[in-house]
């Protein structure tokens, strides 16, 4: 098994679809519906990467990746956050709270993997 994922997102099918593309791809992959539970998964884990949705119903992605980067447990995680938001002030916003980087929906197995791997590699991970 590859690295091991969180993948974070509101709705079943997106983080199904992100579970299948990564477990097809060599990495272990977990999901989580709420913040809550992404962050209780991710101090408890030991995952490598997360993938956070950027709009969430509780706490948005980027102040989960906050709360990643605060807690010394998981400060080291490669973080992705996906969205399908093309804004210009998306991709500052993801800089300024401490993300890896950006995979914009529809997500691209290809393009996803390889984001991953860069982030990984960044972050000494692989």
């Known amino acids: ?6 993948a974070v997102d509101d709705t ?5 679809l992100l579970r299948i593309m ?8 977990t999901t989580a519906l709420t913040a809550q539970k992404a962050l209780r998964l991710a101090a408890e884990e ?20 906050r709360r990643l980067r ?3 447990e998981t400060a080291n995680l490669a973080i992705l956050i996906v ?3 093309n804004e210009p ?7 300024a709270a401490g993300a890896d980087g950006l995979i914009y929906k529809p997500v691209d197995l290809h393009d996803l993997v390889a984001r991953l ?10």
Request: proline share 3%; with cysteine.
């Open 22 to 29: 990564l477990e097809t791809s060599g990495f272990e992959a």
């Open 12 to 16: 079943l099918e997106a983080v199904e």
């Open 46 to 65: 030991g995952f490598s990467a997360a993938l956070l949705d950027l709009m969430m119903p509780d706490i948005d992605g980027l102040e989960i990746c």
């Open 89 to 95: 002030e998306v991709e500052s916003r993801v800089e």
């Open 70 to 72: 605060a807690n010394p």
């Open 83 to 85: 969205t399908a938001a």
């Open 117 to 126: 791997n860069e982030v990984l590699a960044a972050r000494g991970l692989i």
């Open 1 to 6: 098994m590859g690295a091991k994922i969180l």
